[in-house]
C-alpha cells in the first residue's frame, strides 16, 4: 500500500472508528490545542492590523486635508463704500495664518506612518507568517501521525496472525512444513513492518517536538499584541497632538466698522463662540506607565499654556523593540 493511501484509509478509519475499540491513537493533542488558540489569535490580529493601517490612513488624510486646508486662501471680507460697492478691505491671508508650520505637518505625517509601519504592522505581518508557515507543517505532522497509526495496524494485524500461525503449528505438533514456512513468512514480513514503523515513528516524534518548539514560540510572542497596539496609538497620539501645536495660535480678524447692513456684533471673524471664549479644553493626558506624551489644556480663547516636553518611546521596558521579532522562529530561524 503507498504512502499516500495508507494515510487516506487510517483517516478514514479514525474518522468511523472501526477496529478502534482497543486502540490507542498517537497523540498529537498539545500541537492541535496550540494550533487552535493560535488560529483564534491570528483571527484578532488580522482585524488589529487591518485596524491600525486604516487608522495610520485616515490620519495620513487628515493631516494632508488639513495641510492644504490651511494653505488655501482665508475668505475676505468686502465692504460697500461711498466710491465703490464690494471693495475689498483686508489683505489676503491663509486659512492657517502666518503661525502655521505647513512643513512640520508633513513631517509629522511621513515620521508616523514610517514608525507604525515598521515597528508595528510589519512584525504583525512577520508573525501572521510564520503562522501561515506552522499551519502547513502542522498538516505534515498530522499526515505523518496517520502514517504511524496505520504502520502500527499493520504491525498488530501481522503479530497477530503470526500467534494464530504458531497455535495451529503447536496443535499439529510442528510437524507441517507448509505451515512453518507460512508462518516463517508472516515473522519476516513482521519484521520489515516493524522496521518502517520505527522510521516513522522516529520522523514522527522529531517533527511533533521541531512544531511543538515553533508553536511554543509564536505563542509566547502573541504576548506582545498589546505592546504594539499601545505603541502604534502613542506613535499616531503624538502626530496629532504635534499636528495641533503646529497649527500654531490663531489671528481674530477685527470686526468691521462698515459690514453690509445692520452692524452686528455677534459677527464672527475667525474667533471662536462668545460663550466658549476662555473656556479650557483638555485634549487629553498621558498614561504614565506608557511614558506618552502629556499635554496641557487649551485655552479657547487664544492662550496656551506651557506644554510639557515629547518623549517619544516605542520600545518595551526591557529594551526588545520588536518582540514579534525577538524568536528564532519569528526571524526564520526555526529550520
Known sequence: MGVGLRRVAEKMRQATGIGERNFQRTSNQRNETMMKEASDF????????????????????VLSTTKIAMNAQLPRLYEDTAAVAGGESRPVKTIGGSGFQSEEFGRLSQTASAAIESQVLVPIKRWLDVFNALSARMKEVEALRLEVDSRRHTVIDL??????QRARLGKVGGHDAKLESQMDDTIKKL?????????????????????????STLVKDAAWLKHYIASALKVQGDALVGASTALGVGEPLALSDMSIGTKDESTVSDTVPPASAGVPLDVGTSNP??????????????SRSNSQGVSRHNSHSEGTTNPFLSSGVISGNSG
Open 159 to 164: 503479530a497477530a496472525s503470526v500467534d494464530k
Open 42 to 61: 491570528a483571527s484578532h490580529l488580522r482585524k488589529c492590523d487591518r485596524a491600525i493601517a486604516d487608522m495610520k490612513s485616515s490620519c495620513e488624510t
Open 289 to 302: 506607565s506608557m511614558n506618552t506624551v502629556k499635554t496641557s489644556s487649551i485655552d479657547l480663547s487664544g
Open 191 to 215: 519484521q520489515h513492518k516493524e522496521s518502517k514503523l520505527s522510521l516513522s515513528v522516529q520522523s514522527y516524534q522529531e517533527k511533533e517536538q521541531s512544531l511543538y518548539n515553533d508553536l
